[in-house]
């Protein structure tokens, strides 16, 4: 089947393309090698982590990736993104990002802003908004 006889080969095209300007606009991240050596996890940890979607991972096919803005100097996880990983659990980690990134912006800030701000007023309406019927 070739791209015209997909109908949907123009949206996984744009999906992929999509993903790859969340990927750059994410900015710096870092793979399994800094995240074992930055923060002195172990491999077995770190994947106990992505499962358990304790941390923001994106899988690109031949390695996994981390932005580094979801994390402090000392490894936590900025204010609140741990309530976010457990709202967007059953979603793709890249919506996710999407939304952090991307999503609607309140008050000049992108909810990576409002973390770390620590704008409850905002994370509070953008997770009202997932939770409820998307009008909270």
Request: no cysteine; net charge negative.
């Amino acid at each position: 089947m070739t791209m015209n006889e997909d109908p949907l080969a123009r949206a996984r095209a744009l999906a992929v393309r999509h993903k790859a300007e969340l990927f750059i606009k994410a900015g710096p991240m870092l793979d399994d090698a800094e995240m074992l050596g930055r923060f002195g996890l172990t491999s077995e940890r770190l994947a106990e982590m992505r499962e358990n979607a304790e941390v923001l991972a994106l899988d690109r096919g031949e390695a996994w990736f981390y932005p580094a803005f979801q994390f402090n100097e000392d490894g936590s996880l900025i204010y609140r993104l741990a309530e976010y990983l457990d709202v967007f659990r059953l979603d793709s980690p890249w919506a996710l990002l999407d939304l952090i990134l991307v999503g609607a912006e309140l008050h000049g800030m992108d909810i990576v802003d409002a973390m770390r701000a620590r704008r409850d007023d905002i994370l509070d309406r953008e997770l009202a908004q997932e939770l409820g019927d998307g009008f909270a």
